[in-house]
C-alpha cells in the first residue's frame, strides 16, 4: 500500500460546484494533515491543517477520519481560480522528527 | 518578512556533471527539507537538515548530499547528474519540531519556489 494515495482526476467541474477530494494514508501514527495547493509550475503552497476531526476555512473544508485513515478536502462554490493541483500531505514520524510525505496530487479545472 | 528563496531559478546541465543549488529559509526558520519533483508526481522528500546536520533522509543515492550553514541556508549537491535527475528541486523551512510547542505550527513547511533542473 502506498504511504499516501490520492485520487489522481483530473476532476472538471463548473463554476459554483462542489467537489470533494480523498486522500488516504498507511501509516496510524500520524498525528498532522495538511492539503497544499500547486499551481502549474510552481511551489505547492499551504492550504489547510488538520490536526483534529475537521477544520473550515470559508469556502474549504477539511475532515479527517483517524479510524479510516482518511482525509478529505471539500471545496464549496467553486471559483475558475481554484483551478490548480491539490496535494495531500502526511507527516510521517521517523526518529523523533517528521518528513513530509506528498500524495500524488489530484488535479482540479473548474470551467465557466 | 522575507519567504523562501532558491537559486537559481533555472538549470540546465549534461550528464555526468555535478550541481549545487542554494536555499535561504524563511526567516526565524532553523530547519530546511529538499524534496525533488518529477513532472506530474507529488514532491518526494530527499532530506532535512538541522543545526548543520542532515538528521533524516530520504530514498535518494549518495550522489544527493547536502550542506546547512550556521545562518540556516542550505545546498543540495548532486553528483554524476543522471537524465532522470531532471525535475523541480523544492526547498522547504519550517521550526524545529522539539522547539516549537504549538501544534499548530509544528511540521507547517513553506516552500521556495523552486530550482528546475534539466539534464541532457
Known amino acids: 500500500r502506498k504511504e499516501v494515495e490520492q485520487d489522481p482526476g483530473p476532476f472538471n467541474v463548473p463554476e459554483g460546484a462542489t467537489v470533494a477530494f480523498n486522500c488516504t494514508y498507511s501509516n496510524s501514527a500520524s498525528q498532522s494533515f495538511f492539503w497544499y495547493r500547486q499551481d502549474c509550475r510552481k511551489e505547492p503552497k499551504l492550504l489547510m491543517s488538520v490536526y483534529s476531526s475537521g477544520n473550515e476555512d470559508g469556502r474549504f473544508t477539511a475532515q479527517l477520519n483517524r479510524a479510516s485513515q482518511y482525509i478529505s478536502l471539500l471545496i464549496r462554490d467553486s471559483k475558475l481560480s481554484d483551478s490548480a493541483t491539490y496535494l495531500c500531505?502526511?507527516?510521517?514520524?521517523?526518529?523523533?522528527?517528521?518528513?513530509?510525505?506528498f500524495g500524488a496530487g489530484t488535479r482540479l479545472a473548474v470551467h465557466p | 518578512d522575507a519567504g523562501v528563496t532558491q537559486s537559481p531559478t533555472h538549470l540546465i546541465k549534461t550528464r555526468g556533471q555535478q550541481v549545487t543549488l542554494r536555499c535561504s529559509p524563511k526567516s526565524g526558520h532553523d530547519t530546511v527539507s529538499w524534496y525533488q519533483q518529477a513532472l506530474g508526481q507529488g514532491p518526494q522528500f530527499i532530506f532535512q537538515y538541522y543545526e548543520e546536520e542532515e538528521r533524516q533522509r530520504g530514498n535518494f543515492p549518495d550522489r544527493f548530499s547536502g550542506h546547512q550553514f550556521p545562518n540556516y541556508s542550505s545546498e543540495l549537491n548532486v553528483n554524476a547528474l543522471l537524465l532522470g535527475d531532471s525535475a523541480l528541486y523544492l526547498c522547504?523551512?519550517?521550526?524545529?519540531?522539539?522547539?516549537?510547542?504549538?501544534?499548530?505550527?509544528?511540521?507547517?513547511?513553506?516552500f521556495g519556489p523552486g530550482t528546475r533542473l534539466t539534464v541532457l
Open positions: 522547504a523551512s519550517s521550526f524545529d519540531l522539539k522547539r516549537e510547542r504549538q501544534r499548530a505550527l509544528r511540521d507547517t513547511q513553506y
Open positions: 500531505v502526511v507527516p510521517w514520524p521517523s526518529g523523533g522528527y517528521n518528513k513530509l510525505i
